[in-house]
């Protein structure tokens, strides 16, 4: 079945970059997705990336997609303080006329002065 | 900027008690789900909304919980029964279409549900 797969925890410096892996098992999903979660808060969109891509780059955000291993990675530059939060992995399926989203269990990134 | 909106942020319910959970979804989206996660646990698909009906729901959504969208603008899930296992944070979520490009969900702040 569909599962998706994060470490659960990453800490870092400011001012470093962050990496955060995701792998997944099911290879039709249409679009990957990064969420954050700040505390109190709902799920914000971050990124996104279409399966038939390998890169995208956003600012200071970096999404690489590796279609044969499934795995997905988050990079952000120059992680600031503010960048602390839980990061939801997802992959989405389109079936039926609908968008289902099957969603990692989070990394909550802690970034440390 | 258009956001999806849930209400309460917090509730604490009786074991066995009806539980409504609200949800305002972003005004010209089509497309209505809930998730919900468990503490420590993954965020979970519970059921999409279009058009007036379920198009699909997974196994958690059994008999107990329903959904409504009783006046064109709110978005509710009603829980018949509250077990403790339902103690979740519950997110509502809207979109303007089912996949593609611009479709993607956007997300209500979650309503914190407490059985007790």
């Known amino acids: 079945g569909e599962d998706v797969e994060q470490s659960l925890f990453l800490s870092v410096r400011e001012g470093d970059s962050s990496v955060i892996n995701c792998t997944y098992t099911?290879?039709?999903?249409?679009?990957l997705y990064w969420y954050k979660q700040e505390p109190g808060a709902g799920l914000q969109l971050l990124t996104y990336?279409?399966?038939?891509?390998d890169m995208k780059q956003d600012q200071r955000l970096t999404v690489l997609l590796n279609k044969k291993d499934k795995h997905l990675s988050l990079r952000i530059a120059d992680t600031q303080t503010g960048d602390s939060a839980i990061y939801f992995c997802?992959?989405?399926?389109?079936?039926?006329?609908?968008?289902?989203?099957?969603f990692g269990a989070g990394t909550r990134l802690a970034v440390h002065p | 900027e258009p956001e999806v909106t849930q209400t309460p942020s917090h509730q604490v319910t009786q074991m066995g008690q009806e539980v409504i959970l609200r949800c305002v979804p972003i005004?010209?989206?089509?497309?209505f789900y809930w998730y919900r996660q468990i503490l420590g646990q993954k965020v979970e698909f519970l059921v999409s909304?279009?058009?007036?009906?379920?198009?699909?729901k997974s196994e958690i959504f059994d008999d107990q919980f329903s959904v409504e969208r009783p006046d064109g603008s709110n978005f509710t899930l009603k829980i018949r029964s509250t077990k403790l296992e339902d103690s979740a944070m519950y997110f509502c979520?809207?979109?303007?279409?089912?996949?593609?490009?611009?479709?993607?969900?956007?997300f209500g702040q979650g309503t914190r549900l407490t059985v007790v």
């Open positions: 979520a809207s979109s303007t279409g089912a996949g593609g490009l611009n479709t993607e969900a956007f």
């Open positions: 997802a992959e989405s399926f389109f079936s039926g006329g609908y968008n289902k989203l099957i």
């Open positions: 005004s010209n989206h089509l497309y």
């Open positions: 099911d290879s039709s999903s249409t679009y």
């Open positions: 909304f279009y058009n007036n009906e379920i198009s699909e």
């Open positions: 990336i279409f399966s038939n891509m």
